[in-house]
DNA sequence: AATCTTTGCTTGTATATACAAGTTGTCTGT
DNA sequence: ACAGACAACTTGTATATACAAGCAAAGATT
């Protein structure tokens, strides 16, 4: 199936400007252009171009034109990685717990995350993720089985859920926060901490072509983990 | 002059949920009844909902309705922003204290951060940024003097130094790392929040074109401060 | 040569309309 | 009581059109 035609002019003014057509600063073609190019209306470009702008690619001025920003992300708190390369890369060892791999039917915050119906069938997982033996994450993840009807198939001590959803499902968006929390005891005791002690918190969603693919609530010590970026103007 | 309709309709519900009318999760009008209710096209309406919903404040489900996300701030991780923006953005007003301005001899840990000699000569500022009269974020900030000489001639309360910065020395690269941490008894203080309550704390360098500028460690309350973050892949 | 006006382009805001797709509730038939 | 169909509601995508506001270039005037 065909994506949206805004979709289709983003992905292409994403293209051009990630070939080097259009480096920091250049102008990028109007609504109009666009619009006579893409076969569609003014308002159909400039949704395209109004996202790139919410997105920080494009910056735009009234009566000047838009302009490819020049910020570019870097780094892996910009990026979606997966745990289990993160720690590798780190020259550490990795280890995982499966504690949790069952289909429910999910509740309303659930549905509203993932975009499905209250009740709809999803997968859970809960997985404990280790560094050196210690533990650095708690994942907790619901995926639409709509779209990844064998991810609970799948054996995830032999992969991560990232690393599987990756393959059937590639994402094409994600979208997180970050918050400082304090967890419940439970919680505490999994990741081998004080109760007191803050933890970084983690929601991600995720999406792929075919939509809402994954969402996944990440819990880490915050004396064992912090995230990192590197932005880069060019 | 009025404000142009869209923005009524965001600030209409932004009181709303503030207000709690809505609370977390709570279903908000749909496009049509708010287009009734303001006496514009339904498209105006959506325009309302859809920036709420970039801004995190809403989330939305094709079939099912538009909801109250979560209420509290959010940054953007993927740009550098200023503070006093971000707070104006979400329809708030800002305050700041200017707690501290000096020249003071970097110590070893600050030199590293900016890449100066140890005893070289730095600005350090101190400020406490509210939204609408909470504190959200205490900024303690060294600035590399001989690249920005005139730093601590400015008037914060006028500027932040996040604007001052980025006249006088563009940002051309930045890093930045989050933790979550629990804070000393003079921070919880001046955050008005409980010692044990957890904080984000993000270090961010920045540079520019003449080298390292700035070095800032920003503390934000867990309870009312969270990252955000979009990405998009192709 | 300088200045002013006009024109053409741009983005910004807005409305009306249409159809697609998803969800939920109601009604009917078994 | 249950299942299926249908209606009504929702958000999602799209087009056409109109006017406002800003900017820059070209042309006219001094």
Known sequence: MAAPKFVEIKQHLIANIERGVWREHAKVPSENALAGEFGCSRMTARRALTELVEQGVLVRSQGQGTFVASLKSQGSMLNIRNIADEVRDRGHDYQVQVLEQ???P?????AIALGVAVGAEVGQ???????????????LRFVNLALVPDYLEQDFYRQTPHEYLSQVAPL???HHEVEAVVVDAKTASLLQIDQGEPCLRIHRRTWSRSGTVSFARLTHPGSRYRLGGHLVMD
Chains 1, 2 share one sequence.
């Not at 999910?106 to 659930?110: E, G, K, N, P, T």
């Open 106 to 110: 999910a509740d309303a915050s659930v």
């Open 125 to 139: 997982t809960r997985l404990l993720h280790s560094e050196d033996g210690q533990p650095v994450q708690l994942e």
């Open 102 to 104: 069952l289909r429910l």
């Open 172 to 174: 094409t968006e994600a």
